[in-house]
């Protein structure tokens, strides 16, 4: 049991680059639904444009305490969407808060403590990937 994050793949560049037809986006995450006779033509794999696991039970813990520590702040976006539990899913980070959480991982990054360093790293990832896809990070 863990804490994993996914940016799926933007649906207009998923149709073009595999040549597939788009019958649906999930409103909530962006996940495309691809039409059932074109769904063979794409390998699963390529739904997600990036898939992090950002730790488990303990690991998760752990952050959360160095990360509250750090940012002191009770309305942090990292401390209240993303490390409250080590297992939540469907919850989302949307476009619009990536600025916020960037913030707050500069400051993460500024203390340059190793064990944030995989969780920076990975969150970075994710960032990147939500802005270049116009997707939210999804916990799954």
Same mark, same amino acid.
């Given at each position: 049991?863990?804490?994993?994050? +996914? #940016? *799926? /793949? ?6 073009? =680059?595999?040549? #597939?037809?788009?019958? $649906?986006? @999930?409103?909530? =995450? ?6 059932? $006779? @074109? ?6 794999? !390529?739904? +997600? ?10 690991? +998760?813990?752990?952050? /959360?305490?160095?990360?509250? $520590? ?15 539990? !080590? ?7 949307? =476009?619009?808060?990536?600025? $916020? #959480?960037?913030?707050?991982?500069? +400051? ?9 360093? !995989? *969780? =920076? ?6 960032? @990147? ?8 990070? #999804? *916990?799954?």
């Amino acid at each position: 049991m863990g804490l994993d994050a +996914v #940016v *799926f /793949r933007n649906a207009g560049k998923l149709a073009s =680059t595999y040549d #597939v037809k788009i019958v $649906g986006v @999930d409103s909530q =995450t962006g996940e495309a639904q691809v039409a059932p $006779g @074109d769904s063979a033509r794409l390998p699963r794999a !390529a739904l +997600v444009a990036v898939r992090y696991r950002l730790g488990n039970l303990d690991e +998760v813990a752990r952050l /959360r305490e160095v990360i509250a $520590g750090a940012l002191k702040d009770p309305k942090s976006i990292l401390m209240s969407k993303v490390l409250y539990s !080590a297992s939540h899913s469907g919850d989302v980070i949307g =476009t619009g808060e990536v600025p $916020g #959480v960037r913030r707050e991982l500069s +400051v993460l990054m500024s203390m340059a403590d190793a064990r944030l360093d !995989a *969780f =920076t790293s990975s969150m970075n990832e994710l960032l @990147d990937a939500a802005e270049a896809e116009q997707n939210p990070i #999804v *916990f799954v």
